[in-house]
């Protein structure tokens, strides 16, 4: 089971969450559940400030020491909450020893950055990874105030990563021998493990992350290393929705999905789960299952080998907004092997993420999608790659287009199903949306759709849903 930061966000929430392990602990006599969770709410962005303020000339220590003291009453004040009026009084003091020292450790480090003038990616992960040192230690205390043996443990421990600082990858087998000496025993005693998300460790034990918003990814990690039946995402939706329920009202909860649909939403941004979480679940067939906090009868949506099939063909569609739309193009490019592979290998050496990919199959011109702050960048790299081209008029252009979206409509049910494309493209024709470019993956899970990010965005999403999936109901 999985908390995410806004589940912790203060003791209150907290107290709710031990109550929810609580309840799962009760379930059945010989399964106990094993917890991780994120920082409380804000911490980590305090985390990243107090250690960018530690770099700032003279009067930085000073400043970033008085904002480890505001984190350190933060959490105390939350920890007073929840042992307040528990028996408890022994591990309290213990949970006080644990605090201080990690606080202790804190301001050590954000010294050493403040004296050397420098800020890693190595050390800004051993600062980012407190918040959830601190948070764990806070919800074994809640749990055991509630007369529930828990013990909280730093995934430093047990989950093994590469050293990529601040996009660790985990190692799955070295994680899965390290879960059964360090979780596995302690969750057979009936002792809920309350692990850190986030973060992990190198064969060498030093500290790594795994990118924003990687608890997610943590649980699935963990979840897998130690043979869970489920994997249990709680977050404050009720599962994944057929849509942004912002732009488009009629959207629901979906009950089910299969991993590669939820994959596929995942990515094209419904940001209910990191996308990389669905990775080590499918690895070790562990089904994954999304709940709401604060409406924990609701079932949420069980994501799994394969889902029900779907009463539609378009389970969902999501948009990714603020997104640009790079294109090479020439007459020249038309039957020249290896303009594809020069053009994406530019892009990788730049760091340049593309979203989303189309080519005409005249070959005179290439499109892809990319974030629209790698733009300048993006450029650069091609006009670059291809220097001696656009001086032969063989590449005519290397162009951008800002201000675009991908609309991606995602559904298992349209495998095979003939006429998918052409409802999507009429709904978005009576709308008068226009359609700047479109991809479907041969997978035939999803089909998308580059538009004008403006309110054609919110018009297509609705009626997209409207075509499919209300239509459906
Ligand atoms: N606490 C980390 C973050 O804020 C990880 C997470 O919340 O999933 O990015
Ligand atoms: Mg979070």
């Given at each position: 089971?999985?908390?995410?930061?806004?589940?912790?966000?203060?003791?209150?929430?907290?107290?709710?969450?031990?109550?929810?392990?609580?309840?799962?602990?009760?379930?059945?006599?010989?399964?106990?559940?094993?917890?991780?969770?994120?920082?409380?709410?804000?911490?980590?962005?305090?985390?990243?400030?107090?250690?960018?303020?530690?770099?700032?000339?003279?009067?930085?220590?000073?400043?970033?020491?008085?904002?480890?003291?505001?984190?350190?009453?933060?959490?105390?004040?939350?920890?007073?909450?929840?042992?307040e009026?528990?028996?408890?009084?022994?591990?309290?003091?213990?949970v006080?020893?644990?605090?201080?020292?990690?606080?202790?450790?804190?301001?050590?480090?954000?010294?050493?950055?403040?004296?050397?003038?420098?800020?890693?990616p190595?050390?800004?992960?051993?600062?980012?990874?407190?918040?959830?040192?601190?948070?764990?230690?806070?919800?074994?205390?809640?749990?055991?105030?509630?007369?529930t043996?828990?013990?909280?443990?730093?995934?430093?421990?047990?989950?093994?990563?590469?050293?990529?600082?601040?996009?660790?990858?985990?190692?799955?087998?070295?994680?899965?021998?390290?879960a059964?000496?360090?979780?596995?025993?302690?969750?057979?005693?009936?002792?809920?493990?309350?692990?850190?998300?986030?973060?992990?460790?190198?064969?060498?034990?030093?500290?790594?992350?795994?990118?924003?918003?990687?608890?997610?990814?943590?649980?699935?990690?963990?979840?897998?290393?130690?043979?869970?039946?489920?994997?249990?995402?709680?977050?404050?939706?009720?599962?994944?929705?057929?849509?942004?329920?912002?732009?488009?009202?009629?959207?629901?909860?979906?009950?089910?999905l299969?991993?590669?649909?939820?994959?596929?939403?995942?990515?094209?941004?419904?940001?209910?789960?990191?996308?990389?979480?669905?990775?080590?679940?499918?690895?070790?067939?562990?089904?994954?299952r999304?709940?709401?906090?604060?409406?924990?009868?609701?079932?949420?949506?069980?994501?799994?080998?394969?889902?029900?099939?779907?009463?539609?063909?378009?389970?969902?569609?999501?948009?990714?907004?603020?997104?640009?739309?790079?294109?090479v193009?020439?007459?020249?490019?038309?039957?020249?092997?290896?303009?594809?592979?020069?053009?994406?290998g530019?892009?990788?050496?730049?760091?340049?993420?593309?979203?989303?990919?189309?080519?005409?199959?005249?070959?005179?011109?290439?499109?892809?999608?990319?974030?629209?702050?790698?733009?300048?960048?993006?450029?650069?790299?091609?006009?670059?790659?291809?220097?001696?081209e656009?001086?032969?008029?063989?590449?005519?252009?290397?162009?951008?287009?800002?201000?675009?979206?991908?609309?991606?409509?995602?559904?298992?049910?349209?495998?095979?199903?003939?006429?998918?494309?052409?409802?999507?493209?009429?709904?978005?024709?009576?709308?008068?949306?226009?359609?700047?470019?479109?991809?479907?993956?041969?997978?035939?899970?999803?089909?998308?759709?580059?538009?004008?990010?403006?309110?054609?965005?919110?018009?297509?999403?609705?009626?997209?849903?409207?075509?499919?999936?209300?239509?459906?109901?």
């Open positions: 089971m999985k908390f995410g930061g806004s589940s912790l966000a203060d003791a209150g929430r907290i107290r709710r969450v031990a109550d929810l392990v609580r309840h799962a602990a009760g379930q059945a006599p010989r399964e106990t559940p094993v917890v991780v969770v994120s920082a409380m709410g804000g911490v980590t962005d305090r985390l990243f400030t107090l250690a960018r303020t530690a770099l700032a000339g003279r009067t930085g220590q000073g400043a970033a020491l008085e904002q480890v003291d505001e984190l350190r009453r933060h959490h105390e004040r939350a920890l007073d909450a929840l042992c009026g528990a028996a408890t009084e022994d591990s309290r003091g213990e006080d020893v644990r605090l201080a020292a990690y606080f202790a450790e804190l301001r050590d480090i954000v010294i050493g950055v403040s004296l050397l003038g420098e800020l890693s190595r050390s800004l992960d051993a600062i980012a990874a407190y918040g959830e040192k601190f948070s764990t230690l806070l919800v074994a205390a809640a749990l055991r105030a509630a007369d043996p828990a013990e909280a443990i730093s995934a430093e421990d047990v989950v093994v990563t590469d050293a990529t600082f601040g996009n660790a990858m985990p190692d799955m087998a070295a994680t899965t021998r390290r059964a000496e360090r979780v596995v025993p302690l969750a057979r005693r009936g002792v809920v493990p309350i692990a850190t998300g986030y973060i992990g460790a190198t064969p060498d034990g030093i500290t790594t992350t795994l990118g924003r918003n990687g608890s997610d990814y943590s649980a699935a990690i963990v979840g897998a290393a130690v043979g869970a039946q489920e994997i249990w995402i709680w977050t404050d939706v009720d599962g994944v929705m057929s849509a942004d329920p912002r732009l488009v009202p009629a959207a629901r909860s979906l009950p089910d299969s991993y590669a649909e939820a994959a596929e939403l995942a990515y094209f941004g419904s940001r209910v789960i990191h996308p990389r979480t669905i990775v080590p679940a499918v690895a070790a067939g562990v089904p994954l999304i709940k709401n906090t604060f409406h924990p009868a609701h079932p949420g949506t069980l994501i799994a080998t394969t889902s029900a099939p779907g009463s539609g063909a378009v389970k969902a569609v999501t948009a990714i907004r603020d997104l640009a739309l790079v294109t193009e020439g007459l020249g490019m038309l039957g020249v092997p290896g303009i594809a592979g020069r053009t994406f530019a892009l990788a050496t730049a760091g340049v993420n593309v979203l989303m990919i189309s080519q005409a199959s005249s070959e005179s011109n290439i499109a892809m999608v990319i974030a629209r702050r790698e733009v300048a960048a993006a450029t650069r790299a091609l006009r670059e790659a291809f220097a001696l656009l001086h032969r008029h063989e590449v005519d252009a290397i162009r951008a287009q800002e201000g675009v979206a991908i609309l991606t409509a995602v559904g298992g049910g349209m495998r095979g199903t003939p006429g998918v494309a052409g409802r999507l493209f009429g709904a978005l024709g009576r709308v008068g949306v226009n359609v700047i470019a479109i991809a479907q993956g041969s997978s035939e899970l999803s089909i998308s759709c580059v538009v004008r990010d403006d309110h054609a965005v919110e018009d297509a999403l609705r009626a997209i849903h409207h075509e499919f999936v209300e239509g459906a109901l």
